[in-house]
């Protein structure tokens, strides 16, 4: 493997699409959050099933916008499957989901 | 001639219902510059994604040192040592030249910077890629390829958009590569650069390619019969 995680986690590339994932958070949390008040459910909340979806919809967005963009090339030619540099994404959006839902 | 390191065997591809490529074959050979000519249209970058897996066929195999890969992917074969270059830009434009050539080659500046001089692509390093020029952005691309040192190098359309300076160095760039025991396998229209770059010549037409032998003895309406007399 040519990239190796610690190197990746430190990239500016990896920091932006911390960004770019960031607001995607904010937007799929809001439309969510907007959702489960219109039926009831406490709006901030943290819901498995429903992290698990909007956490998948987030990722396969900037899975998208990335490719769209090429650099999915990119990476691949530093060894690093886009699938594979977007994992440590995952935690990051279940740590906000239920650190948002502690301080509801 | 040593074995080929990458090939692509007796490939079949259809496009919208359009047959692209019926028993096609191609292959790089460590130490030589091998280029791949056909009309637009023709099938090259086709089967360039099919080389690094960007593509299914729908008939033949891809080979890596002579065995078969069942299912390549890009960043699979790059960490065997290839490096595959698309005809569409590919880096990220939020970032500066230096920045991808440290992500790329870690080890500090010392270990990249002389290739980025090389290649001429010191004047815009701490610039942002997004502002490049298409000469300047390709040239940085083939410089952080070369940064890799690959084992492969797979170029679909290398010189295009450059001026003559900077093809002269991505040409310089092609043979240090070979001189070093890569593999170079390009895409290209241009005759002058196959005459003064390739070792090898495929020709790609009608879906079936050709080793040219003796290609600088040959006219060039000889290599492809799309090419004028």
Not at chain 1, 70 to 97: M, R
Not at chain 2, 131 to 136: F, P
């Amino acid at each position: 493997m040519r990239l190796t995680v610690s190197v990746w986690l430190r990239s500016p590339l990896f920091r932006s699409y911390l960004r770019g994932f960031f607001l995607l958070w904010i937007l799929v949390k809001g439309t969510n959050a907007f959702l489960a008040g219109v039926v009831g459910l406490p709006p901030l909340g943290f819901r498995p099933g429903t992290e698990v979806i909007a956490c998948a919809i987030e990722l396969l967005a900037l899975g998208a916008f990335i490719q769209r963009d090429a650099e999915d090339i990119l990476l691949a030619n530093l060894g690093l499957p886009l699938w594979t540099a977007l994992a440590p994404l995952l935690p990051v959006h279940f740590a906000l989901s239920l650190l948002l839902s502690v301080f509801a | 001639m040593t074995a080929p390191l990458l090939a692509a065997d007796s490939i079949d591809c259809r496009r919208g219902g359009r047959e692209v490529l019926r028993a096609a074959y191609v292959d790089a050979v460590p130490g030589a510059v091998t280029a791949l000519v056909g009309r637009s249209g023709a099938g090259k970058t086709t089967l360039f994604e099919i080389l690094v897996g960007r593509r299914h066929p729908d008939a033949g195999q891809v080979r890596w040192d002579g065995a078969p890969v069942p299912r390549p992917s890009l960043a699979g074969l790059a960490r065997r040592g290839l490096f595959y270059h698309p005809d569409r830009s590919w880096l990220a434009a939020g970032l500066t030249a230096a920045d991808h050539f440290a992500l790329a080659v870690p080890g500090g500046r010392d270990a990249w910077e002389p290739v980025a001089e090389s290649l001429g692509v010191t004047a815009w390093l701490e610039r942002r890629v997004g502002v490049l020029s298409g000469g300047e952005l390709r040239l940085t691309e083939l410089a952080l390829g070369v940064a890799l040192r690959p084992r492969v190098a797979l170029l679909d359309e290398p010189f295009r958009g450059l001026e003559p300076l900077h093809r002269e160095r991505v040409a310089g760039a092609l043979r240090a590569l070979a001189a070093g025991n890569a593999a170079v396998l390009y895409a290209d229209h241009d005759v002058v650069s196959v005459l003064r770059t390739a070792d090898r010549l495929f020709s790609l037409e009608a879906g079936q390619t050709r080793l040219v032998s003796e290609f600088r003895e040959r006219p060039v309406h000889e290599w492809y019969h799309g090419w004028p007399r």
